[in-house]
């Protein structure tokens, strides 16, 4: 059974006591923002800022920690994986590797999301208008496997979802290390069929505009290639030019989860990102969901079909008049 843990408080050296979160009813539905991002780049420090920034806002949000493996979540969860599945009995049990025991994990969790769904769902005076989730470290783990997208399918039918990349920037000052990133943002996007916030966060170690400018003009990015000649460094060139439809289309926000530097304007951007869901990604969710439903109903009145076929067949037929 997966539990609740009470209202999220912020951790140590957060600004401001929590809201109230008595049940009430809520007509506007909380936006889901799925907080995923490679190992390292502060996936975890953003979830630990934006519960505190939400609370010094008086702003009801509701936390789940989707990561098995981790051994401290230095914010309070509201639902935590942990509570459900033990990721060192899993790796004993299914005598597995670190990543199977993550997957594993996340896939026995999945079996049980309809009940998370139901908790995100439950009503609550103020009601809530964010719902954030930090996900495993091993990026793939979530992105690539059928948990991962049942998670992100669950949350998308029920509530508007968008995606919180987050980027590591002062890493993405090398070329290569930026478009590796850029092709993973690309790749969740489009896999996840879900609006995309790009967050260049550590932005109190190195500005993100250099990466603005290389997403906004290919010389600016061709120029930072110039001394490496390396087949990567061609291949980046080519990936700039093809990515370039990609960057147009894209939010992105500048963050510091360490100084809270950026965190209104990621609140913009996610924002933004929810009106994206309802302005494009749900008529195709309704649509993709209709097609289901109407290839169901066709493959059972194909059955149905089969069968008064088949029962007419075995009906047996009135003796015929006697031959002579
Ligand atoms: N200077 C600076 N450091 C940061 C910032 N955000 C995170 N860090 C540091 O980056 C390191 C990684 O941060 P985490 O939040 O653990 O990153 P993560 O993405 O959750 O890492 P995994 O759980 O391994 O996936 C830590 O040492 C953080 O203190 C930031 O905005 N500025």
Known sequence: MTSERPQAAPAAGAENEAAPSTSGCGAVPPTVILVIGMAGSGKTALMQRLNSHLHMRKIPGYILNLDPAVLDVPYGANIDIRDTVNYKNVMKEYNLGPNGGILTSLNLFATRFDQVIRLCEKERNPPLQFIMADTPGQIEIFTWSA??????????????????????????????????NMLQACSIMYKGQLPLLLVFNKTDVTDHQFALD????????????????TYASTLSRSLSLVLEEFYCNLRTVGVSALTGLGMDEFLEGVKACGQDWHRFYKPELDRRQKAKADAEAQRQADEMSKLSLDRQAETPRPPSASKT
């Open 214 to 229: 290389w997403m906004k003009d290919y010389e600016n990015f061709n120029e930072a290639l110039e001394s490496d000649s």
């Open 147 to 180: 948990s991962g997208s049942i998670i992100t399918q669950a949350f998308a039918s029920s509530f508007p979802t968008m995606i919180a990349y987050v980027v590591d920037t002062p890493r993405c000052m090398s070329p290569q290390t930026f478009m590796s």
